[in-house]
């Protein structure tokens, strides 16, 4: 897609698709212009995939123009650009999915994002509602951005899955952030399972600290250490087979996913309470088995959903294209019968003007061959005129050389009498000088 002309042409055959890939297709900023425009104006797109196309802070700006109107988009790529190269482009693109409530899936990926941009996202995830996956892996956000998106994480309880392999954030913030998304990812498990029982409680985790250990509840145990000749690995092999096994006696459905939690909400206060490094690694262990079912479980349920979406749509769009279809066949139709009624009029027409058209060709010939006769009469009438103008002319050469002698001798006559004026004048002081001595 190397063209604005292809790009259009792309968009336009794919605009009542739900899913618009522009992969690798160099649109850049110039062609950003053009895919704002038209996710402003589409009802269908969910899945917008930009990802390696050279985009900068421009086009960020300019696309999240157009997604400030969508209501219909669930999910964007814009991984391998370069939004980040200047901070304007992540800060416009956050400020549009503050207040966006459809899309759901954001990935950042290699976009030289740094600790500004981290925190342009940091405060985006402190208002945003409905982002559920979110990757910025392979940007330069540094420690100073971990701690922004760990600060606006904390106020954030819908993000369940954020990636920050190749980012640099340190490790005390990956591990706050893990424990962050466990308890986001165990209160979504919560409202799943409470969606059909409205009195259903759903336990709260308090926010991580240093110093905050959750209290027992009266039917908790007191915490015992584990066995210390048990490694690691055999305690979360046991632990592995005894989850599932806790999962399945209960009832199936709310009741078993309350269980699930239950298990979970209680090995996340067991990692916060205990002490020892191996014991918190196991319970982070087995905290992270748990919930990998439950993302699977998840990831397997948002599959079947989208499927059901996408053949809804499907069908839907083949019923309204068929209908489409069938009123244009009609009015085809309807249109061929006027195009014969128009055919037979435009026959008998056609009979009147050619009888019109002979008269008419009669008359032409006539007005030529009177033509022809006017135009001998007028070349014989020129003819004798030019032999007049020929005999003027020459009657007016022989008067003009007539007039150039005529003008000659008048010359001669003049310079004549100049001489006997001079003449006349030095005869009369002759005769003065004589008349006078």
Request: aromatic residues 4%.
């Amino acid at each position: 897609m190397q063209s604005l002309t292809s790009l259009l042409s792309h968009l336009e055959t794919n605009r009542d698709s739900p899913t618009i890939s522009l992969a690798y297709a160099s649109v850049g900023d110039d062609g950003m212009a053009e895919v704002s425009r038209f996710v402003r104006d589409n009802s269908f797109v969910k899945y917008l995939d930009l990802r390696g196309n050279n985009i900068a802070a421009k086009g960020a700006v300019t696309l999240s123009n157009g997604l400030k109107l969508n209501r219909s988009l669930r999910s964007l790529n814009l991984k391998w650009n370069q939004i980040g190269r200047d901070n304007t482009g992540v800060q416009a693109l956050c400020e549009m999915l503050r207040t966006n409530v459809t899309i759901s899936h954001v990935d950042f990926r290699n976009n030289r994002i740094n600790n500004v941009g981290a925190t342009y996202i940091g405060e985006m995830l402190r208002e945003n509602t409905t982002i559920t996956h979110l990757d910025v892996s392979w940007n330069d956000l540094g420690v100073d951005g971990g701690l922004a998106l760990l600060e606006g994480l904390k106020h954030n309880s819908t993000l369940v899955d954020c990636q920050l392999s190749g980012s640099k954030v340190g490790e005390e913030a990956l591990h706050e952030v893990a424990f962050l998304l466990r308890r986001n990812r165990a209160a979504a498990t919560y409202k799943v399972a409470g969606a059909g029982s409205a009195n259903s409680p759903v336990p709260q985790i308090a926010p991580q600290s240093s110093d905050a250990v959750a209290p027992r509840t009266p039917r908790e145990p007191a915490f015992r250490p584990p066995d210390q000749s048990k490694t690691v690995a055999d305690r979360a092999s046991s632990a592995r087979a005894a989850a599932p096994a806790a999962s399945v006696a209960v009832v199936p459905g709310a009741a078993r996913s309350r269980t699930d939690n239950n298990i979970l909400l209680k090995l996340m206060q067991k990692e916060r309470e205990t002490v020892l490094p191996e014991d918190k690694a196991f319970y982070s262990e087995v905290a992270e088995y748990i919930d990998r079912i439950h993302m699977e479980s998840m990831r397997h349920k948002q599959g079947r959903v989208d499927s059901e979406e996408r053949e809804r749509l499907s069908t839907g769009g083949f019923v309204e294209r068929e209908m489409r279809y069938t009123k244009e066949i009609r009015s085809l139709e309807e249109g061929l019968q006027r195009t014969v009624a128009d055919k037979e009029q435009l026959t008998k027409e056609i009979a009147l003007l050619t009888g019109e058209l002979k008269r008419l060709n009669d008359e032409s010939a006539m007005a030529v061959r009177e033509s022809v006769a006017f135009q001998e009469a007028a070349h014989s009438q020129e003819e004798q005129l030019r032999q007049e103008l020929r005999d003027i002319m020459t009657e007016k050469r022989g008067l003009q050389d007539q007039l150039a002698v005529s003008k000659k001798d008048l010359e001669m006559l003049g310079q004549e009498n100049t001489r006997l004026r001079v003449h006349v004048k030095s005869f009369q002081r002759d005769v003065s000088e004589i008349l006078v001595t």
